[in-house]
């Protein structure tokens, strides 16, 4: 992917992208991005998917006065994972970098690099929820 792309999507990312940690009422954690827009700018979403190779792109119907949208979506943890190299790669550089890491820390948290199951993932929820200050609990080296 040539520089200027990245660059442009990193803050695409920091502008619109929404980073999500949810616990389901039978306890799994989802740990996922998305990244929404119009319909009709669903394009710009196709290429996001094209070049990054990762994610799925889902339509919602017009309902009521919503018009209908797109969003790209990264719940796989693997693609989770390809994301985290991209963006570690070219940072976010505005209010969504806290965002970021404390989803990052989850993304680890999931893949049992960090914490070896799902006890992390309530504090890192309430912390993306919250707005705090966030430091990562531990290093990966």
């Not at 999507?9 to 119009?38: M, P």
């Not at 799925?56 to 949208?69: D, F, K, L, N």
């Not at 209010?95 to 948290?109: H, L, N, S």
């Amino acid at each position: 992917m040539e520089d200027s792309f990245g660059h442009w999507l990193a803050g695409f990312i920091d502008g619109e992208g929404c980073f999500t940690i949810i616990q389901h009422a039978n306890g799994s954690w989802e740990v996922k991005f998305y990244l929404s827009l119009r319909d009709d700018d669903m394009s710009v979403l196709e290429e996001i998917q094209d070049r990054l190779g990762i994610g799925r792109i889902y339509r919602t119907p017009e309902r009521g006065s919503t018009r209908p949208q797109a969003s790209w979506r990264v719940t796989r943890l693997s693609d989770s994972l390809k994301l985290i190299e991209f963006l570690d790669r070219l940072p976010l550089r505005a209010r969504k970098a806290k965002d970021y890491a404390i989803w990052r820390e989850a993304i680890f948290a999931k893949s049992k690099k960090t914490y070896g199951d799902d006890a992390g993932l309530p504090y890192l929820s309430t912390a993306l929820k919250s707005g705090r200050a966030y430091k990562p609990q531990t290093s990966r080296g």
